[in-house]
């Protein structure tokens, strides 16, 4: 018995019964919003003037490296993921918080496509760690409306999920290779972008943090869902209410439920059961988003999508 439950504890679930919930590839026109997912919260948004990235993360070392290991970027990775995604230049990387699942790479991204590079203090102390210049570092600024090309970007902040591992802050330059846990969650913050008349939020963490995203209106909702299946329902509910009934979402769109110590070379697969239960959490937006008349898609790996098409 206890070898079957080490077994099922390893096993992820299948993204098969929720196969219907794939968002369709768009055609997007020039001047129109084209968002393409890259695992975790990773998200590239170009309009074809301008293109941004939220964290850029493609390192993704294995479960042995992480709980016995040291860290650094994977170049090689993050640079047979950026060719593959055709992304080869970018004007602004933005970091959510300072895990390694968030803020690793994101400097090697900002120096390979040329992006200036925005986040927290602990964000900048990782990037000077690698050597990334403080020049092209802009620390985030919650509150204060700023440009990139047409999109509109504010940053909110926010709460990272229940049972942060690696709370607190990273006070000087992280020399790497470091350990997970040096990889302190330092500013949480969600991202409000606008184009036009139209929002979006990328919300990385699931939490909330009361207060934070009042008078905030998106008709997309990038939800990060990691832990929320392990949550309960009050919880999941508070969440739901805070990023989608009080945004005036239409649309609703998974992140942050992949399986991070699998490499993008391989499909993506939920988190395994011992990290989180992300078929709780698919049964609870599905309830949630039919009873709401809110469109639910999962995001399909590296397919350009319109954030802003009608929702059905």
Known sequence: MTAMRILRAFRSASLTPWAHLYA??????????RAV???????VLDDGTAAI????????????????GRLRPDRARVQAALRRFGISKLDAVFVAHSHYDHALDSAVVAELTGARLIGSASTRNIARGQGFPD??????????????????????????SPGDIAPGTVDAPLRQPARVRDYKTGGCY??????????????????VLPGALDGCRADTVYLGIGLLGKQDEAFQV??????????GARRVIPVHWDNF???????LRPAPAFADDF????????RQATAAGVALELPVLGRDADPFAPAP
């Open 135 to 160: 020049d092209r570092f802009d620390i985030a600024v919650v509150g204060e409306p700023f440009d990139v090309g047409n999109f509109r970007l504010t940053v909110l902040p926010a709460e990272h």
């Open 238 to 247: 508070r969440y739901w209410n805070a990023l989608v009934t009080q945004t």
């Open 37 to 43: 997912f890259l695992g975790v919260s990773t998200l």
């Open 53 to 68: 990235m939220t964290d850029g993360f493609f390192s993704r070392p294995g479960l042995a490296r992480l709980l016995i």
């Open 261 to 267: 110590t699998i490499p993008l070379s391989k499909p």
């Open 190 to 207: 969600s991202l409000h972008v606008s184009h036009g008349d139209r929002a979006l939020l990328m919300q990385a963490s699931a939490n």
């Open 24 to 33: 369709p590839a768009a055609s997007v026109r020039p001047g129109q919003v």
């Open 279 to 286: 078929e709780s959490a698919m049964q609870f937006l599905t």
